[in-house]
């Protein structure tokens, strides 16, 4: 079996005392791509959040690359080789695309750039323009092709699609797919475009009011929507 970078076992994360995400157990090994499903509110970015350690857990332990992930770790973690690309893509609008590679080329070589670039041509052409100019879809694109500079073992990407448009998702899943493969990477995203998520993943995972509700082979759930309707609109616990 593939190398499990990340396990996670009665995960249970909270704000001012509430829980919001309850029990969640999750394993994540090396190229495999994860998804978590769900309606908004559902707890997606919160199990992110606390997986990294950004936010406390109040039960359940936690483990990403070996190393016990909790509040004052994400650096550390950060340093092994987990990389997490939040919703705003963590790019610095001001600075040109360029600017953003030979920021994180302090620890890649020139043949890591070239590489990456391979995985998306179309930012060869934008290297000097800044990233407020580019459009939603290059901006993540450059997140994401940043972040693969530093090599890393863990992608966590939260909300990949925000305010891009379908066929501008079906260009960049397939990649992130390819790169888990081709790099023995493990990917775990949270996604709101289900079906097209899951034509890009190895299994997923569908959070309801902070639990999860339904966890199976992506391919699995593409052959019978009617168990994802059913978990995203309250139906019964389907592990």
Known sequence: MAELLIEAEGLTVGYGGVSAVRD???RLHAGEVLTLLGANGAGKTTTLLGLVGILPHTAGLVRCLGIESRPGRS???ARAGVALIPDDRGI???LTVDEHFRLASRRSSRQRRDLVLEYFPALRDLLGRRAALLSGGEQQMLGIAKSLMLSPRVLIIDEMSLGLAPIIV??????????????????LLVEQHAQLALAASDRAMVLGRGEVVLEDDAASLLADQSRLEAAYFGGEEQR
């Open 170 to 187: 079906q260009q960049i899943l397939p990649k992130i797919r390819d790169l888990a493969k081709e790099e023995g990477m493990g990917v």
């Open 24 to 26: 969640v157990d999750l």
């Open 92 to 94: 610095f609008p001001e």
């Open 75 to 77: 650096a550390a973690l």
